[in-house]
């Protein structure tokens, strides 16, 4: 079955206790991206990835770091989490060969709380 | 930060038509897609034009005005698994997204 698969899904940590979401896709595609979606504030790009070892900032990249080693995997990385990261977060993937359809394949999202 | 505006919210009867409206920014287009969210969900595709004119899939169509910078979901025959957050979004890699406009159906 192909899809994009984050962990975790669910996670309350402290301020400054760093930590990475995980997110992996099956579907051999060169494009990835992680958002953050916060009430009112629809859908923001924090970084995206056009293949491996391509990383560009997206709209809101501070406090956030990625990291493309591999094709299938776009982990996410804070490195020093503040309360002001509480957030719903989804990763994304989509190929960039064919038909350019704009389609994104995302996560289930990851919801983070930070004390 | 955002190019896109769309409604917040919008109140639609079952059975009834809706169209939801996005403007964008004109520099960089690549095309105009359409997501679905339900509460709790992830976004999921629904439609994409990269030209003018109208895209139909089923009971969801798309319009695209590239020289007006404008372009609409249509939504007919609602029913109430359709309410849900409706995204306009554009470019390709990236793909920048609006607020998203919060759609209730109602009896």
């Known amino acids: 079955e192909a899809q994009v698969t984050q962990n975790p899904r669910y996670l309350i940590t402290v301020t400054g206790k760093k930590l990475t979401v995980t997110c992996s896709q099956n579907?051999?595609?060169?494009?990835m991206s992680w958002y953050r979606q916060d009430p009112g504030l629809g859908l923001r790009q924090i970084y995206y990835?056009?293949?491996?070892?391509?990383?560009d900032k997206g709209d809101v990249p501070e406090g956030y770091k990625v990291s493309r080693k591999e094709k299938r995997n776009f982990p996410l990385i804070l490195e020093s989490p503040s309360p002001n990261q509480t957030s719903l977060y989804f990763c994304?993937?989509?190929?960039?060969?064919?038909?350019?359809?704009?389609?994104?394949?995302f996560g289930e999202g990851s919801r983070l709380t930070v004390l | 930060g955002q190019s896109l505006e769309q409604p917040s919210e919008v109140t639609a009867v079952e059975g009834a038509i809706v169209q939801i409206n996005c403007t964008y920014q004109?520099?960089?287009?690549?095309?105009l897609s359409w997501y679905q969210q339900h509460d709790g969900g992830a976004p999921t595709f629904l439609s994409y034009n990269g030209l003018d004119g109208l895209e139909e899939t089923g009971r969801f169509s798309s319009f695209l005005s590239r020289s007006d910078s404008y372009g609409y979901l249509l939504l007919q025959e609602l029913q109430m698994k359709d309410s849900a957050s409706y995204f306009c979004?554009?470019?390709?890699?990236?793909?920048?997204f609006g607020k998203g406009t919060r759609l209730s159906v109602i009896a």
């Open positions: 979004a554009r470019g390709n890699t990236p793909l920048v």
């Open positions: 990835s056009m293949n491996v070892e391509v990383t």
């Open positions: 994304a993937s989509r190929g960039t060969s064919g038909r350019l359809n704009g389609e994104l394949f």
């Open positions: 579907m051999n595609h060169e494009y």
């Open positions: 004109t520099s960089g287009f690549y095309g």
